[in-house]
């Protein structure tokens, strides 16, 4: 046998073995279910380190609940439609489709390579037509309950893309796939009525007790309810002008009134005609940026007076109405009552145009100091007949007066705005929506689905437009209803709506007839753990919860929550601390490393480098640590195939083992428990410390051991999901029948944890002779017993009878023999 673990022999052995027995697939009808999932790739190119974390941890976490005896689904597919495929089209002279499916066969070869154990049956590509075919049925039965709609709106524009972006795309003002400024622009859009479900995702994120709590809040916070009172001012002309506020305490502090400039009602207002042109030209500066912009803190708030005014309907005093654009008309009413003195966004717009600042609140004592923004044990002042009441006493009190008046209403409003779904590119699903100048937009008929995408088109270069919209034979249709000529709609969908859905056809991913059935779904459904990064908080993993829920409603699911349990990933950084993308070039491939030490020794250096939910940087230094690791294991079992074999239920009597069997077996209980506490908390990196701590007990292993071949055994099973091929033949090298993932998981023995060890000198006639390590609940005459078969003390007793013995607990004993 070679000294060093050889990898290139062992790897293909196993995974030919595991192939061949079918150890990873799932059945249809799990006794005892467990599905974990990896968020699903987009095949750019090949897998790089980032992946090969991912899916690492799900690899690992799918092995060891083999081992527990769970039927496991683990499956993977590919999140295939999108900007880069179409980009590199362009670049490259080559079809979306082909580079797609390049990159799938590319990247799933190194999947393998890698010994993933993913169910390659249920795999799923979201641009094949088999897939798609149900992403539009998805669409239909949004539209069908009425979660569906096309409307003019005002949307994130990406000019290099040229492409629309829902909100969550834009980052920092920025396209979130090529980091360029977004523009602001008006045009007829697809959007999803996720706002139906706003309180249903914000009020259910208390049942999702296994996910992590900063994508709880980020949810929360996206979400955004605000609970307070519809509050109708008036123009001096008799324009409505509503305003929402969860302040409405502070009522009698408005000093004047925000309008966004996009607001329809500035048409109604009595604009003097020396203001009219300032209003415009604001307006039109206002139209070029985006609402991120327009609402981030960072920038300085700027706005013009419109010269009109409105009247407060609790005092009646007029106001002067401001243009400002950090309010949106998609926010709230569209209008704010202006409160400086307790409101920072208020207070600094108030300082710079020298408005009018009146404090309506204050501290029970002392003085205010403004901006003043603390409402616990503050009341009213400057209020009316309502100074001095406590602040919340105050808020219900003017509701109260408001409503009985009919000048509003209390109302709960969300931050969360409808989810603008359609996208003016080619490499997407096509919408399956009809446009018929007698019947108006008709959905097409579920029998003739898929709408699929042509082939070939004029171009991929975007201009603004779906280049759908040129291809005559797709656009160019009839109408189900009438049956005459009719457009079919040009644009195609978000590639999210794909990735909301994903999960349920892994239960039934060949199903013609349907996009799963049902009782299938519900069979392993939620997803046990769901792996990913924590990127996706507020757009991902927001859309499947809106699907799943809209599923369940419609009565194809029996849940309400797509995922049990979450776990984000960090990510892995290159040698410059920036995370490593395909977009910025500085992707590292697995393949050269495995080539060189195997994926094993690849797997346990990522594993060992850091905490799996802690962001790393990715450097070779670690590898190395680990192939010696493994050839010291690998020499040790070498050693040890020919020693005693316990069976795998194995208990050492801690009483009459010897010295170095009682050490090992405490060390490996230890080592066990350890293990089980660290993979539950995904920290790899210290079960493998735990292994490797439990090696270097071992020393010089005893040819008598009882324990060493066991204990190597039980090492080898711990580090089975982990470094999975070397473990498979570490197990057979011992003599147990392969696989080791049918071998159960190790259960630690408590008593042994809980013996406490005790050092005694040993006397003879008085003199010392030996000193020896025993349990402290020792009896003396199992003491006695033991002293007379260690060999080093045979002699002394050789022929002779044992008189009495003086026994100092965990001190000494002195035996008088004659």
């Known amino acids: 046998m070679p000294a060093h673990y050889p990898f290139k022999e062992i790897e293909p052995k196993w995974q030919k073995y595991w192939d061949e027995h079918k150890l990873f697939l799932a059945p249809e009808s799990p006794q005892k279910k467990y599905m974990v999932v990896p968020m699903f790739i987009y095949p750019s190119g090949d897998i790089h380190m980032g992946h090969f974390r991912n899916y690492t941890i799900t690899d690992a976490l799918a092995r060891k609940k083999m081992m527990e005896g769970y039927e496991v689904m683990h499956p993977f597919g590919w999140d295939a439609f999108g900007l880069p495929a179409e980009n590199a089209a362009i670049k490259l002279g080559i079809h979306p489709e082909a580079w797609t499916l390049k990159n799938i066969e590319i990247s799933r070869e190194t999947l393998k390579r890698i010994g993933i154990c993913f169910d390659w049956t249920r795999e799923v590509t979201t641009c094949l037509p088999d897939y798609y075919k149900w992403t539009e049925w998805m669409f239909l039965l949004m539209y069908k309950r009425g979660l569906a709609y096309r409307t003019m709106g005002k949307v994130n524009w990406c000019p290099k893309d040229k492409t629309v972006l829902a909100n969550e795309q834009v980052v920092g003002g920025l396209c979130w796939r090529c980091d360029t400024p977004v523009e602001t622009r008006e045009l007829e859009q697809w959007y999803f009525k996720i706002t139906a479900y706003a309180e249903r995702l914000l009020a259910d994120i208390d049942k999702l007790k296994g996910w992590p709590e900063s994508v709880k809040t980020m949810q929360r916070n996206w979400i955004g309810k605000s609970t307070g009172l519809e509050i109708r001012f008036e123009s001096e002309n008799g324009v409505p002008l509503t305003v929402f506020t969860t302040r409405p305490d502070t009522v009698f502090g408005a000093t004047f009134m925000v309008v966004a400039p996009e607001h329809p009602v500035l048409e109604k207002l009595p604009v003097p005609a020396g203001k009219k042109s300032e209003v415009k030209a604001y307006q039109e500066k206002s139209r070029r940026k985006t609402d991120i912009e327009r609402t981030s803190a960072e920038r300085e708030k700027?706005?013009?007076?419109?010269?009109?005014?409105?009247?407060?309907?609790?005092?009646?005093?007029?106001?002067?109405?401001?243009?400002?654009?950090?309010?949106?008309?998609?926010?709230?009413?569209?209008?704010?009552?202006?409160?400086?003195?307790?409101?920072?966004?208020?207070?600094?717009?108030?300082?710079?145009?020298?408005?009018?600042?009146?404090?309506?609140?204050?501290?029970?004592?002392?003085?205010?100091?403004?901006?003043?923004?603390?409402?616990?044990?503050?009341?009213?002042?400057?209020?009316?007949?309502?100074?001095?009441?406590?602040?919340?006493?105050?808020?219900?009190?003017?509701?109260?007066?408001?409503?009985?008046?009919?000048?509003?209403?209390?109302?709960?409003?969300?931050?969360?705005?409808?989810?603008?779904?359609?996208?003016?590119?080619?490499?997407?699903?096509?919408?399956?929506?009809?446009?018929?100048?007698?019947?108006?937009?008709?959905?097409?008929?579920?029998?003739?689905?898929?709408?699929?995408?042509?082939?070939?088109?004029?171009?991929?270069?975007?201009?603004?437009?779906?280049?759908?919209?040129?291809?005559?034979?797709?656009?160019?249709?009839?109408?189900?209803?009438?049956?005459?000529?009719?457009?079919?709609?040009?644009?195609?969908?978000?590639?999210?709506?794909?990735?909301?859905?994903?999960?349920?056809?892994?239960?039934?991913?060949?199903?013609?007839?349907?996009?799963?059935?049902?009782?299938?779904?519900?069979?392993?459904?939620?997803?046990?753990?769901?792996?990913?990064?924590?990127?996706?908080?507020?757009?991902?993993?927001?859309?499947?919860?809106?699907?799943?829920?809209?599923?369940?409603?419609?009565?194809?699911?029996?849940?309400?929550?797509?995922?049990?349990?979450?776990?984000?990933h960090g990510m892995v950084l290159d040698a410059q601390g920036r995370v490593m993308s395909k977009s910025l070039g500085n992707t590292v491939s697995p393949i050269e490393e495995i080539e060189k030490e195997g994926c094993d020794v690849l797997r346990l250096a990522m594993f060992f480098a850091a905490p799996s939910d802690k962001e790393m940087l990715w450097t070779t230094e670690g590898v190395l640590g680990q192939s010696r690791f493994l050839s010291r294991f690998w020499r040790l079992a070498q050693e040890l195939k020919d020693y005693f074999k316990a069976p795998l239920h194995y208990k050492v009597d801690m009483h009459t083992s010897t010295e170095y069997d009682r050490a090992l077996y405490k060390k490996l209980n230890w080592a066990i428990k350890k293990a089980a506490e660290d993979y539950a908390d995904y920290q790899f990196n210290t079960v493998i410390s735990a292994v490797m701590e439990l090696l270097n007990t071992f020393g010089e292993v005893p040819k008598d051991s009882k324990v060493a071949h066991y204990a190597l055994s039980k090492a080898t099973q711990l580090l089975a999901p982990v470094a999975p091929h070397f473990s498979e033949e570490i197990w057979q090298i011992l003599g147990h029948k392969p696989s080791i993932l049918a071998s159960g998981w190790p259960k630690h023995d408590q008593q042994a944890l809980e013996e406490t060890i005790m050092t005694l000198a040993v006397q003879i006639n008085g003199r010392l002779r030996h000193t020896v390590t025993l349990p402290k609940t020792m009896p003396e005459v199992e003491i006695l017993k033991h002293l007379q078969e260690l060999p080093k003390l045979a002699p002394h007793f050789e022929g002779k009878s044992v008189v009495k013995s003086i026994y100092v607990p965990e001190k000494l004993i002195n035996v008088v023999v004659r």
């Open 302 to 568: 700027d706005g013009v007076f419109t010269g009109a005014f409105a009247l407060n309907p609790l005092n009646g005093e007029k106001i002067p109405i401001w243009m400002a654009d950090y309010v949106l008309a998609t926010y709230g009413t569209g209008m704010i009552m202006a409160v400086p003195a307790h409101d920072e966004r208020d207070f600094e717009f108030a300082k710079k145009y020298n408005l009018p600042i009146r404090p309506v609140i204050a501290p029970m004592e002392g003085n205010v100091e403004l901006p003043y923004t603390y409402t616990e044990k503050a009341k009213l002042i400057n209020s009316g007949a309502f100074s001095d009441l406590p602040c919340e006493v105050g808020w219900q009190k003017i509701a109260d007066k408001v409503e009985a008046e009919g000048k509003g209403r209390r109302k709960t409003e969300y931050r969360l705005r409808d989810w603008l779904i359609s996208r003016q590119r080619y490499w997407g699903c096509p919408i399956p929506i009809i446009h018929c100048p007698k019947d108006g937009m008709v959905p097409v008929p579920e029998e003739e689905l898929p709408v699929l995408l042509p082939k070939k088109v004029k171009s991929f270069i975007p201009e603004g437009r779906s280049p759908l919209a040129d291809v005559p034979e797709f656009i160019n249709t009839t109408c189900p209803k009438c049956n005459g000529p009719a457009k079919r709609d040009p644009d195609t969908m978000d590639t999210f709506l794909c990735s909301s859905w994903y999960l349920f056809r892994y239960a039934d991913p060949k199903n013609e007839k349907a996009p799963f059935e049902p009782k299938k779904v519900n069979t392993w459904l939620p997803v046990d753990n769901y792996v990913g990064g924590i990127e996706h908080a507020t757009g991902h993993l927001l859309y499947f919860r809106f699907f799943t829920k809209v599923l369940q409603d419609a009565g194809y699911v029996n849940f309400d929550e797509p995922a049990r349990n979450l776990f984000n």
